[in-house]
């Protein structure tokens, strides 16, 4: 099943004195550009983070937006800053100068979280450090999962344009032969307007007839073509991240088919040309937010 490089995740979970918020979000990137924000008391949990996530995911632009908030009455860690407290007290008395009423409280420092210490010893960083990486599972697999559901619609879109190109190959196949026909008609013609009282060996048609058809044969390109897209076809259904490999694929795709067009030199298969580049360019729309 294929996966989206669009998703979104998200877990909370309340552990002892802790609560704990994990969200994810990502878009399309070509490789994988991870940002983890946690607060700077538990910023230790970052390295663990990005290991994690690793299993998880493997291309896109992701955010982690990591919360945590010690619960009510259980705060006998943390300890006051006095220094960076003190900065903030001459920083707020000097505003008084533009004449501003000097009305610092207590309530008005804690809105500084930075002035506030959260002491902990290594066995704490340790639990904490799994506390937080457990509740990121939990939003990664909510992210996967999101992932996934969008990747299912992709595939059903991608199939059904690789329908339209399958198809879109026949009429081609079977417009050429006509060509070729369509060639030896009109050389029989020019040859009898204009040469209408010597007599043409029927073999010098035949061969003029057959050095067209070879400088017009697209057999090879027909037949890379419908490989492509059988391979395709067996790339969308992997669970495995395929994003680069297909798009490798669609410009390999693309190249038949433009070679098929100029080759031919025809205007019925110029206009399915036409179509079947535009489908192509429509999952190559797709498969840029895959995986």
Known sequence: MLKSMTGFGRAEKAVDQFNIKVNLKSVNHRYLDLAVRVPKYYYFVEDKIRQVASKYISRGKI???VSVERIEGSDKSITLDKEVAGSYINALKAMSEFGLEDDVKISTLAQYHDIFKIETDEADEEYITGLITGVFEEAAEDFVKTRETEGKNMEADICTHLDNLEKNLRAVEERYPEIVAEYRARLEKKINEVLADVNIEETRIITEAAIFAERTDIGEETVRLQSHINEFRKAVKTSQPIGKKLDFMIQEMNRETNTMGSKANDVEISKIIV????????????IQNIE
């Open 63 to 65: 955010e982690v937006f």
């Open 275 to 286: 179509d079947m580049k535009s489908e192509i360019e429509k999952i190559r729309e797709q």
